[in-house]
């Protein structure tokens, strides 16, 4: 019976660790992100854990005038039952993001395998009471805990194995002759400069983009590893960051000799520790860049306007509000995308685009200002402009069920949400916006959700917040701004708002959605 209890306990804990490696991944693989989750989560695991807690002790209580042999018959009866229960409700379960079973999170699960049946073959070699309801309890706090010992183990071989693929990634980009590298960094719009940036300059040269929000080292070495190709003239890379240093590395590794900074702001504020931090590093993508190459900053925002630049690299700027070299006017949205005039050195360029919204103009303008310093002419720009593809999940419009929706799903920004509510306020039909909020903001989270909401009267006609608990602030803006609160919802999971929305809307309407939580923070 010891056998098929120890079997039983190792099934029951397959779920519970599966969700504990889930969190993890969704938490870069960070132990201090992981642990501070952990910790803003705790109310409601600990509710459900504290449920299950109840239950074993209650029933331990009850067992303890029984011989341990029958202790033993009641725990492989908990154990099943709660086997299939944690079974039966995985497998009716739906992810934002479900987990993925790269070699990284395989080598973790080989790792906390070994650690799990070490500990629980210890604990049924020492045949005891205490012990049997204990196998038990781990069977659903165990993986949790188990992820930092696991983290300390695989952390070095990780690092190892990254560094490698690291230097081949450094060796190719280095005996790739005549390549020319562009670095983008910002805290917002970097991804959507990437791709306009690539459209624009694909009518000159042959361009490497990196896909998706491919913007981490490895993400950037895979894409140099698998992708980049000796047909190659330009490689547009995206750098992201949420640490200090994280510039300066991507630098260091791509070597860039022209760079853009998009915008600055309170993204990842929870990790930068200070809007200071987060301003110097994103900087560091022009100050680091060689003496002989190329620099292009938003004028428009205020934390790089301000900031001292320690570099004599040549620079450019764009924006709208602001004596930039490169501006842009009589700016006109609709529903089949954006119409503008591009400003410089007193010539005037009228531009189309199927990009919605003034920061994809903003967006437009740094890399119309890449491509004017690598002389591609106003003619190939306008093509460039004209043809290029609306960028997924950012402001991207879409027919679903033959609504028309605002596709802004990817980590809302304080710029990017006051955009896109501008953006809606201009389309025809009730206007409706889905959110769960923006997160990642460090202290000033709670601020920016709830001046979100107040912004939403006079823009939106009904609003439906997703996840009660992270929404407070919007709700809390709404109802300051005087909002009408009856066409306000709140619901628990987006399946329920996408019900919603086609209960409310017709195909005259247009649906604004505004942010899409992974799993880890959806609640």
């Not at 519970?16 to 803003?40: C, D």
């Not at 110097?280 to 925002?301: A, H, R, T």
């Not at 043809?387 to 980590?411: P, S, T």
Request: glycine residues 8%.
């Amino acid at each position: 019976m010891k056998v098929i209890y120890f079997l039983i306990v190792i099934l029951a804990c397959l779920v519970p660790g599966k969700h504990a490696l889930h969190m993890f991944q969704q938490n870069r693989y960070e132990v201090g992100r992981y642990t501070s989750w952990i910790s803003e989560n705790v109310e409601g695991g600990a509710k459900r854990a504290l449920i299950t807690t109840i239950v074993i002790i209650a029933v331990a209580v009850s067992c303890m005038r029984l011989s341990v042999e029958h202790v033993l018959w009641v725990c492989i009866g908990i154990g099943l039952l709660l086997s299939i229960v944690l079974i039966l409700r995985e497998r009716k379960a739906s992810y934002i993001k479900p987990l993925v079973y790269s070699d990284r999170v395989k080598r973790q699960i080989l790792v906390m395998a070994v650690l799990y049946l070490l500990i629980q073959l210890w604990l049924l070699y020492r045949f005891r009471r205490f012990n049997l309801w204990l196998m038990l309890a781990l069977c659903y706090f165990g993986p949790w805990i188990l992820i930092y010992p696991m983290a300390w183990i695989t952390g070095p071989i990780e690092k190892r194995v990254n560094q490698g693929y690291v230097n081949d990634a450094k060796r190719i980009l280095n005996e790739h002759d005549g390549l020319i590298t562009i670095g983008i960094t910002g805290s917002y719009g970097k991804t959507t400069t990437k791709n306009i940036m690539g459209a624009i300059l694909s009518e000159h040269y042959n361009t490497l983009i990196t896909p998706a929000s491919y913007n981490t080292p490895m993400g950037i070495t895979r894409t140099v590893r698998e992708l980049l190709k000796p047909i190659h003239q330009v490689f547009v890379c995206e750098m992201g960051a949420d640490h200090v240093g994280d510039i300066t590395y991507l630098m260091n590794f791509v070597a860039p000799s022209i760079g853009a900074v998009t915008s600055i702001g309170p993204q990842h504020l929870s990790t930068f520790g200070t809007q200071e931090n987060i301003t110097k590093e994103k900087m560091q993508e022009i100050e680091l860049l060689p003496k002989d190459g190329f620099g292009v900053i938003n004028l428009d925002n205020e934390l790089i306007r301000n900031y001292p630049i320690q570099s004599s690299v040549q620079v450019a700027t764009y924006g709208l509000h602001t004596d930039a070299d490169y501006t842009a006017k009589d700016i006109v949205y609709s529903p089949s995308g954006t119409t503008f005039t591009v400003v410089y050195q007193g010539e005037e360029h009228p531009m189309e685009t199927k990009l919605l919204g003034e920061l994809n103009v903003l967006n437009i303008l740094c890399s119309i200002a890449v491509a004017r310093h690598l002389e591609i002419s106003w003619e190939s720009i306008r093509k460039g402009v004209r043809q290029m593809k609306q960028v997924e999940h950012r402001l991207e419009q879409r027919i679903i069920n033959g609504r028309m929706f605002i596709d802004d799903a990817f980590n809302s920004n304080p710029s990017g949400s006051a955009m896109a509510l501008e953006v809606l306020s201009m389309m025809p039909g009730k206007r409706v916006v889905v959110t769960p909020g923006m997160i990642e903001l460090g202290d000033r989270q709670e601020t920016v959700n709830r001046e979100f909401g107040a912004m939403m009267k006079g823009k939106a006609d009904e609003v439906i917040l997703v996840g009660s608990h992270q929404t407070e602030p919007i709700y809390e803006g709404l109802r300051l701004s005087g909002f009408d609160m009856d066409h306000v919802t709140v619901v628990d999971r987006v399946v329920e708002a996408f019900n919603l929305v086609y209960q409310i809307t017709g195909g005259e309407d247009t649906i604004l959605l505004e942010n899409d939580l992974p799993d880890a923070f959806n609640r």
